[in-house]
């Protein structure tokens, strides 16, 4: 068996330090797999993951694979310019092109249509290369009600659920240098506690699939 995360900054280990480990190795040494690669990019969209995916599936010969996906959060929009992905964020920059799709086009209604639609395909790939995939939110709680999606394979609890943490309600991005024992002292992104805390809600999850 072989363990593959996808995601955004999260599983990625960002604000981590230099000895400190993120959720997926924690889970791949938990779950004793054979090979652990992690495929998550920092500040990607919900989207991005089935980019992550499709590179994936075509660049690999492991077969035999539990796949961990991170949805981030689905307000981040994914276009393309010159054959390069380029992410629209809430927070941080502030250009027109932000301004005008945050102020004119953005809606709760869009985010949640373009995450099942992403959650579809990803279920279906998986489902296509016999893999075991998984689904864990980070501070969102999104309705998944598209016909076919398979709700069975996602954990619970959110992460912010997990760690009691707070959310900015505008940006829909985690609350800023919080105090919080699994967040403290970084800014938008979980410590070594924390990260230890998703790999046992993972593990405990996967373990009764």
Request: glycine content about 6%; some cysteine.
């Amino acid at each position: 068996m072989n363990l593959i995360v996808f995601g955004d900054s999260w599983p990625v280990g960002i604000e981590l330090g230099k000895h400190e480990t993120a959720f997926g190795e924690l889970l791949h040494k938990k779950l004793d797999t054979v090979n652990f690669l992690n495929c998550a990019e920092q500040g990607s969209t919900v989207d991005s993951l089935v980019l992550q995916l499709d590179r994936f599936i075509k660049t690999t010969e492991l077969n035999d694979c539990v796949c961990v996906f991170f949805i981030t959060n689905p307000t981040r929009y994914l276009y393309f310019k010159d054959g390069e992905e380029k992410i629209l964020r809430p927070t941080g920059d502030r250009s027109s092109l932000t301004k005008f799709y945050f102020g004119e086009v953005q809606s709760d209604q869009l985010d949640y249509h373009k995450a099942n639609l992403c959650v579809l395909a990803l279920q279906k790939m998986c489902k296509e290369r016999g893999y075991h995939d998984y689904y864990m939110e980070g501070w969102t709680n999104i309705d998944w009600k598209y016909y076919g999606i398979d709700k069975t394979k996602f954990l619970p609890k959110s992460a912010t659920e997990m760690f009691g943490a707070d959310t900015n309600t505008r940006t829909l991005e985690l609350t800023k240098f919080q105090d919080n024992e699994y967040i403290t002292p970084n800014k938008y992104h979980p410590n070594q506690k924390g990260h230890e805390l998703i790999a046992e809600e993972l593990y405990q999850f996967i373990k009764k699939q």
